[in-house]
T-cell receptor, first 111, second 114 residues
Framework: QKEVEQNSGPLSVPEGAIASLNCTYSDRGSQSFFWYRQYSGKSPELIMFIYSNGDKEDGRFTAQLNKASQYVSLLIRDSQPSDSATYLCAVRNTGFQKLVFGTGTRLLVSP | DAGVTQSPTHLIKTRGQQVTLRCSPK?????VSWYQQALGQGPQFIFQYYEEEERQRGNFPDRFSGHQFPNYSSELNVNALLLGDSALYLCASSFAGLGQETQYFGPGTRLLVL
C-alpha cells in the first residue's frame, strides 16, 4: 500500500464547474497536509495546507480533512482552464521533516 | 521578496560523472530540503538540512550527499551518476521557527544522464 494515494486522472471538468480532488494516506500519525499545483515542466506551487479536521477555504479553493477516514480533498470552485495542471497531495508526520507525496491527479478544465 | 532559487536550470551529464546542484532559500528561511521527481511521479524526499547539518534522510544511496552553508544556501552532490538519476531535482525551503514548516519549492534543476 502506498503511503499517499491519488487517482492519476485525468479528471476532466467543464469551465465553471467544481473540481474535486481526493487523496488518502496510510500513516495515522500524519499531522500536516498540503496541496501543491504543478504545471507541466514547472515546479510544485503551494496552494493550501490544513492541519485540523474540517474545511479550510481560501478563495476558490477548499481543503477538507478527515483524519478518522485518513482522507484529504481539494475542491476547486468555478474551475478555469488555467487550473489545468497536476495536483499533488503531500503529507507530513509530526517529528519527521519530509513531505510524502502522492503521484498527483491531472486536472483538465475545458472551455 | 526573493523566492527559492536553484542553479543550473538544466544539466546534461554522462554515466559515472559527478554533479553539484545549488539552492538558495527564500528570504527568512533557514531550512532546505531536496527532492527528486521522476517523470510522472511525485517528488521523493532525499534529505533536509538545518543549522548546517543533515536533519533527516530519505531512502537514497550514499552517492547523494549535501551541504548547507552559514547563509542557509545548500548544495546537492551526486556521485557516480546512473541513467536512473535523470530527473527534476527540487529544492524546498522553510522556516523552522514556524513549527509546521511549510515548504516552498524552487524552479528545479532538470538533470539528464546519458
Amino acid at each position: 500500500q502506498k503511503e499517499v494515494e491519488q487517482n492519476s486522472g485525468p479528471l476532466s471538468v467543464p469551465e465553471g464547474a467544481i473540481a474535486s480532488l481526493n487523496c488518502t494516506y496510510s500513516d495515522r500519525g500524519s499531522q500536516s497536509f498540503f496541496w501543491y499545483r504543478q504545471y507541466s515542466g514547472k515546479s510544485p506551487e503551494l496552494i493550501m495546507f490544513i492541519y485540523s479536521n474540517g474545511d479550510k477555504e481560501d478563495g476558490r479553493f477548499t481543503a477538507q480533512l478527515n483524519k478518522a477516514s485518513q482522507y484529504v480533498s481539494l475542491l476547486i470552485r468555478d474551475s478555469q482552464p488555467s487550473d489545468s495542471a497536476t495536483y499533488l497531495c503531500a503529507v507530513r508526520n509530526t517529528g519527521f521533516q519530509k513531505l510524502v507525496f502522492g503521484t498527483g491527479t491531472r486536472l483538465l478544465v475545458s472551455p | 521578496d526573493a523566492g527559492v532559487t536553484q542553479s543550473p536550470t538544466h544539466l546534461i551529464k554522462t554515466r559515472g560523472q559527478q554533479v553539484t546542484l545549488r539552492c538558495s532559500p527564500k528570504s527568512g528561511h533557514d531550512t532546505v530540503s531536496w527532492y527528486q521527481q521522476a517523470l510522472g511521479q511525485g517528488p521523493q524526499f532525499i534529505f533536509q538540512y538545518y543549522e548546517e547539518e543533515e536533519r533527516q534522510r530519505g531512502n537514497f544511496p550514499d552517492r547523494f550527499s549535501g551541504h548547507q552553508f552559514p547563509n542557509y544556501s545548500s548544495e546537492l552532490n551526486v556521485n557516480a551518476l546512473l541513467l536512473g538519476d535523470s530527473a527534476l531535482y527540487l529544492c524546498a525551503s522553510s522556516f523552522a521557527g514556524l513549527g509546521q514548516e511549510t515548504q516552498y519549492f524552487g524552479p528545479g534543476t532538470r538533470l539528464l544522464v546519458l
